[in-house]
Structure formats: C-alpha cells, structure tokens
C-alpha cells in the first residue's frame, strides 16, 4: 500500500537558519503530495501541494518540488522565524477518480528559537 | 466562507460510555473524512462519507461508526471507550474526487479524554 517516511524530530533551528524536513513517500500512479502544518492546538492546514512529477509548491517562504525519479518531496525554506515553530506533515492522496484513502507521515516537529 | 466545524472541541468520558462528535463541512464540500491522531500513532484514517455512504474505512474496529447527513455533516460516534480511545479525533472536507487535487481542509478537531 502507499506509504510516507519523514524525519525523525524534534527539529530545534535558531531564526533565520536554514529548514530542510526530508519525507519520501511509495504509491502507485501519480499522487498528488502535500505539506500540512499544525500549530498547537489546532487542527492540520494545508501548507502547499504539487500535482505532478517536477512541480514545486510553495507558500509563505517554504518550497517542496515533486521528485518522481527519487520519490520524495522534501520540504525547505530559507530563513525560519519562531512562528513556524509547528508540527508539519507530509501527505499523499491518489490522483483521479473514485475513492483514495490519503497517507500521512508521522510528522516532524520544528522548534525554532529566538 | 466559513471552514469545517467541529463540536465539541474537548471532552471527558469514562470506560465503557459512548460518544458522539460531530463535523460540519466547508459549504459546498460533499466529502467528509475522518482521523485519529495520537502521540504513538500518528495520525490515522478512520473513514470517508460522500453523499451519505460510507467510501472507504480505516483499519479500526466497529466500536467506530459514523454517518453522514443529506446537507454534508457528519457524525462519528464510538461505542465502549477504552483507555486507548483517547485522542484528537480530525475531521476534514474535500471537494468530490476526481474534480479537486485532493486537498482536505480540517476542522480544529475534537479532544478526547477516557478516564
């Protein structure tokens, strides 16, 4: 069945550090692929997606590109601030058609300090 | 527009009680699924409703049910709590698959304590 790996967190960074979270996921087809967050207390939201082999999504500073030959969808972003301190999830739901169960990762959690 | 509602946001139980909760999609979203998050597990699929049947479910056992509504909202209702049983339970919408990326849009969940 699909499946997605991500790192092991904690992750602790100081402000303005540099932020890779590594997730590499196993499906058929062609998913689409998500970053979700979710911030203490709160349910998940949707970070940002790709649909398609080569497509990078991006939102808030953050970027992940759809790599079809290494099967992953690394999340990165260049400076973190304390408020993206949070849990962040990779995800994966089939691509068309009829009934999918989407998969999560475990989730890393980012701790950013001051 | 307003996003998925879900009620109630905390509550305490004992061994053996019942539960309901219940999820009020996005306007307009057909498809509600449902998910269990915990410390140890992660978070995991329970099952999905799109038009009031059931599309797919989760590997959990049938103390788990649910059912959805003609206007979209959702119920999930647990049956014998255990100890285990305590989590934060997401609901979320989606637009029908097949027309949408697969995006799903979460309720803030509803937490579950069994004493």
């Known amino acids: 069945g699909d499946s997605v790996t991500q790192m092991e967190g904690p992750v602790t960074l100081s402000e303005e550090a540099f932020l890779t979270i590594n997730c590499t996921y196993t499906a058929t087809g062609y998913p689409s692929l998500f970053w979700y967050v979710q911030y203490p207390g709160e349910g998940l939201q949707l970070l940002l997606k790709?649909?398609?082999?080569?497509d990078k999504g991006s939102n808030k500073g953050f970027e992940a590109t759809y790599r079809k030959e290494t099967t992953s969808f690394h999340l990165e972003k260049g400076s973190v601030q304390v408020s993206d301190s949070a849990v962040y999830f990779c995800a994966l739901r089939g691509a068309s058609g009829g009934s999918y169960i989407p998969t999560f990762g475990r989730g890393t959690s980012l701790i950013v300090h001051p | 527009k307003a996003g998925v509602t879900q009620t109630p946001r905390y509550l305490i139980k004992t061994r053996g009680q019942q539960v309901t909760l219940s999820c009020s999609p996005i306007?307009?979203?057909?498809?509600v699924s449902w998910y269990q998050q915990t410390p140890g597990q992660g978070l995991q699929f329970l099952f999905e409703?799109?038009?009031?049947?059931?599309?797919n479910k989760g590997n959990f056992p049938g103390r788990f049910s649910g059912r959805q509504f003609s206007n979209s909202r959702s119920e999930m209702n647990v049956s014998t709590l255990e100890l285990g049983d305590s989590a934060l339970y997401l609901c979320?919408?989606?637009?029908?698959?097949?027309?949408?990326?697969?995006?799903?849009?979460f309720g803030e969940g509803s937490r579950l304590t069994v004493l």
């Open positions: 306007s307009g979203h057909r498809s």
């Open positions: 790709a649909t398609k082999a080569d």
């Open positions: 409703y799109f038009s009031e049947t059931q599309r």
């Open positions: 979320a919408s989606s637009l029908p698959s097949g027309r949408d990326t697969g995006e799903l849009f």
